[in-house]
């Protein structure tokens, strides 16, 4: 699967230098030199992760970030020249996946990359997944309901298949954030609550299949 980019950095040097090293691992990248044109990209193209540098002139990282997670819960790594608690705090209490301090080395920014992408897709078995007119397709990411195809997510869908294949046992909101959202994940457990809702709604009739376990988490039941 070829992946899509958006590396947001004011220093054209910068951009050109973390495009050259994520091309050679064929990843499509795109780039934005301010806030604005960031916006304006990622309302236009299917955006798999965003590479954020915090400190830009006029629109900065911080207020992009709030943006896109107003509308998004796409992969977002922020780039930050500081490296105090404080900072780093911030990048998650914004609703950045992670961060990096500048300078940084090339491989590390591309590891931290193809752990995200991992979570985004390499757990997904090539196979399908169908329930009378609900079809799965795992590898294509795909989900069509009586034929009509319905968007989800990267989240959203990884957090449906995560349930799918649990076989019908319980998973905690905890179990959810490690495994859909990461370790290194800080925010609250509502954020599973309110992805649940909207798969809920997106599946339609199918959606109480997805049953909550009072006092432990949730759980999906074909029948």
């Known amino acids: 699967m070829s992946f899509k980019i958006l590396v947001v950095e004011d220093e054209m040097r910068m951009r050109e230098f973390i495009k050259e090293?994520?091309?050679?691992?064929?990843?499509?990248?795109?780039?934005a030199s301010n806030?604005?044109?960031a916006l304006d990209l990622f309302s236009r193209e299917t955006i798999d992760l965003v590479i954020l540098d915090i400190m830009m002139p006029g629109l900065d990282g911080k207020y992009v970030c709030s943006k896109i997670r107003e509308e998004s819960d796409v992969g977002i790594i922020m780039l930050t020249a500081l490296e105090d608690e404080t900072s780093q705090l911030e990048c998650y209490n914004l609703g950045a996946d992670d961060y990096i301090t500048k300078p940084f080395m090339p491989k590390v920014l591309v590891a931290k990359v193809k752990r995200f992408l991992y979570r985004l897709d390499g757990t997904i078995a090539?196979?399908?997944?169908?329930?009378?007119?609900?079809?799965?397709?795992?590898?294509?990411?795909?989900?069509?309901?009586?034929?009509?195809?319905?968007?989800?997510?990267?989240?959203?869908?990884?957090?449906?298949?995560?349930?799918?294949?649990?076989?019908?046992?319980?998973?905690?909101?905890?179990?959810?954030?490690?495994e859909i959202w990461g370790y290194d994940y800080y925010g609250s457990t509502r954020v599973v609550d309110n992805h649940i809702l909207k798969?809920?709604?997106?599946?339609?009739?199918?959606?109480?299949?997805?049953?909550?376990?009072?006092?432990?988490?949730?759980?999906?039941?074909?029948?």
Not at 138 to 145: A, E, P
Not at 199 to 217: D, H, Q
């Open 21 to 31: 090293y994520f091309e050679e691992e064929e990843w499509i990248t795109l780039e």
């Open 35 to 37: 806030g604005s044109e």
């Open 126 to 178: 090539h196979s399908t997944y169908e329930n009378d007119k609900l079809k799965i397709n795992f590898d294509q990411r795909v989900v069509s309901i009586d034929g009509t195809k319905v968007d989800f997510s990267p989240k959203e869908f990884n957090l449906l298949i995560y349930l799918i294949k649990a076989n019908g046992a319980v998973k905690t909101r905890d179990q959810i954030l490690d």
């Open 199 to 223: 798969i809920r709604t997106k599946l339609g009739c199918y959606g109480s299949m997805i049953t909550t376990v009072v006092g432990m988490g949730y759980k999906y039941e074909k029948d």
